[in-house]
């Protein structure tokens, strides 16, 4: 799903951005002298060498509160997990600082990281800078109009030194009322598909692009930050509607599909993100391939449900239900990666995570680094560059 070479589509994104191409620095990432094919090929390689821990800790996308450097690259050395997720609190003033946090982030290790940033734009913006149209103007507006901005978004995001959005909201609903309107493509699931689909594309050629919040939170009424919202809307209501965004996102080729915490009852009681059906859902029958990560698992804790009050617990349920990546912000601390990481391990020592589901897991996510690693492009302002015209 990653492209190797930049071609056409960042010659447009520097223009949009009022750079000449020449700004476009690609500067690959040296990867492990030992690796032989593709990216799939490496990246076996190197997890068959991991151990169970170090497999375990690389599916974990952890975060810590600070810009210091040296606090972020003792952290991601310490604990060995494979993302950090950019917040507030990580994102200083300008894109020159922002890229001393996200060089501290990859410092000293071999292969990068994943750096996620939720950049939707609008509602939801973590760079101050970003002055791009957003859902609740694109909502309204073509998808041609969508990939612009998403692609310009994109940009932004690659030249913070972050290699994954979590961009793009694939939810629909007309309810204004719902804490997702301002920030979905569409009321309309047919016309909102068309949005999201040219989203991704844009974003693709730059960084890796992710669908949120799987399967949907227009059918499910209420905030999941702070309770579980439930449905009672059927499978095939559901392939006919709430779907169809996400599967022209797959379609178009995204690198990530986010579990919401959220139940279509009808289908399964336990939240998507902790669901088994769910998870066959996406890779069966929408044919996603590349890496399911959780929304926050803090937000679970944040419902007060005493079922999900272990962090660990969720994360292992996660994990064992198809989940490839952990994301936990919300009641974490500097030790809560790792300690998710040791369960998570001595989880498939039990017996209760396959060793086969773990390697898979740890798989794709190397994948996904190795693919970034080998596609990323530097995007750093260039002193001799001329504005374009």
Same mark, same amino acid.
């Given at each position: 799903?990653?492209?190797?070479?930049? @071609?056409? #589509?960042?010659?447009?994104?520097? +223009?949009?951005?009022?750079?000449?191409?020449?700004?476009?620095?690609?500067?690959?990432? &040296?990867?492990?002298?030992? &690796?032989? *094919?593709?990216?799939?090929?490496?990246?076996? %390689?190197?997890?068959?060498?991991?151990?169970?821990?170090?497999?375990?800790?690389?599916? $974990?996308?952890?975060?810590?509160?600070?810009?210091?450097?040296?606090?972020?690259?003792?952290?991601?050395?310490?604990? *060995?997990?494979?993302?950090?997720?950019?917040?507030?609190?990580?994102?200083?003033?300008?894109?020159?600082?922002?890229?001393?946090?996200?060089?501290?982030?990859?410092?000293?290790?071999?292969?990068?990281?994943?750096?996620?940033?939720?950049?939707? @734009?609008?509602?939801?913006?973590? =760079?101050?800078?970003?002055?791009?149209?957003?859902?609740?103007?694109?909502?309204?507006?073509?998808?041609?109009?969508? @990939?612009?901005?998403?692609?310009?978004?994109?940009?932004? $995001?690659? #030249?913070? @030194?972050?290699?994954?959005?979590?961009?793009?909201?694939?939810? /629909? /609903?007309?309810?204004?009322?719902?804490?997702?309107?301002?920030?979905?493509?569409? &009321?309309?699931?047919? +016309?909102?598909?068309?949005?999201?689909?040219?989203?991704?594309?844009?974003?693709?050629?730059?960084?890796?692009?992710?669908?949120?919040?799987?399967?949907?939170?227009?059918?499910?009424?209420?905030?999941?930050?702070?309770?579980?919202?439930?449905?009672?809307?059927?499978?095939?209501?559901?392939?006919?509607?709430?779907?169809?965004?996400?599967?022209?996102?797959?379609?178009?080729? &995204?690198?990530? +599909?986010?579990?919401?915490?959220?139940?279509? /009852?009808?289908?399964?009681?336990?939240?998507?993100?902790?669901?088994?059906?769910?998870?066959?859902?996406?890779?069966?029958?929408? *044919?996603?391939?590349? $890496?399911?990560?959780?929304?926050? =698992?803090?937000?679970?804790?944040?419902? %007060?449900?005493?079922?999900?009050?272990?962090?660990?617990?969720?994360?292992?349920?996660?994990?064992?239900?198809?989940?490839? +990546?952990?994301?936990?912000?919300?009641?974490?601390?500097?030790?809560?990666?790792?300690?998710?990481?040791?369960?998570?391990?001595?989880?498939?020592?039990?017996?209760?995570?396959?060793?086969?589901?773990?390697?898979?897991?740890?798989?794709?996510?190397?994948?996904?680094?190795?693919?970034?690693?080998?596609? %990323?492009?530097?995007?750093?302002?260039?002193?001799?560059?001329?504005?374009?015209?």
């Amino acid at each position: 799903m990653r492209r190797l070479l930049l @071609g056409p #589509a960042a010659v447009l994104v520097a +223009l949009a951005l009022g750079a000449a191409p020449a700004a476009a620095q690609r500067q690959p990432t &040296a990867l492990p002298d030992s &690796a032989a *094919g593709g990216p799939a090929a490496q990246a076996a %390689g190197i997890v068959e060498a991991m151990t169970t821990q170090e497999r375990a800790a690389s599916i $974990v996308m952890g975060h810590i509160p600070t810009q210091d450097a040296a606090e972020l690259t003792g952290y991601m050395q310490s604990s *060995g997990i494979g993302g950090f997720i950019l917040m507030g609190a990580n994102v200083p003033g300008s894109q020159a600082e922002v890229r001393t946090v996200t060089s501290a982030v990859s410092e000293g290790i071999e292969v990068p990281p994943l750096i996620a940033i939720d950049q939707e @734009g609008g509602d939801v913006s973590r =760079l101050s800078w970003d002055a791009f149209p957003a859902a609740r103007t694109l909502k309204e507006s073509s998808p041609a109009e969508t @990939g612009a901005a998403f692609a310009s978004r994109a940009a932004l $995001v690659a #030249a913070a @030194g972050a290699n994954v959005n979590f961009g793009v909201v694939a939810d /629909t /609903t007309p309810d204004a009322s719902s804490f997702i309107f301002g920030r979905s493509l569409g &009321a309309d699931p047919v +016309l909102a598909a068309d949005r999201v689909a040219a989203a991704v594309t844009a974003e693709e050629p730059l960084v890796a692009s992710t669908l949120k919040h799987f399967p949907g939170h227009g059918a499910a009424p209420g905030d999941s930050h702070e309770l579980i919202p439930s449905t009672t809307e059927t499978l095939e209501q559901w392939r006919e509607s709430d779907a169809l965004p996400f599967i022209a996102g797959i379609d178009a080729g &995204a690198s990530l +599909l986010m579990f919401g915490h959220l139940a279509y /009852t009808a289908v399964d009681d336990a939240p998507a993100s902790l669901s088994e059906r769910w998870h066959e859902i996406a890779r069966d029958e929408l *044919g996603f391939e590349g $890496v399911i990560v959780t929304d926050d =698992l803090g937000m679970l804790l944040s419902t %007060g449900m005493p079922e999900y009050a272990d962090p660990i617990r969720n994360a292992v349920r996660a994990v064992a239900a198809g989940t490839d +990546l952990v994301l936990m912000i919300v009641h974490s601390t500097p030790e809560t990666a790792a300690q998710l990481a040791a369960g998570i391990a001595t989880a498939v020592e039990d017996g209760e995570i396959a060793e086969e589901r773990l390697q898979d897991a740890a798989e794709r996510v190397m994948t996904l680094r190795l693919e970034l690693a080998a596609s %990323g492009a530097v995007w750093a302002p260039c002193d001799d560059c001329e504005p374009a015209s």
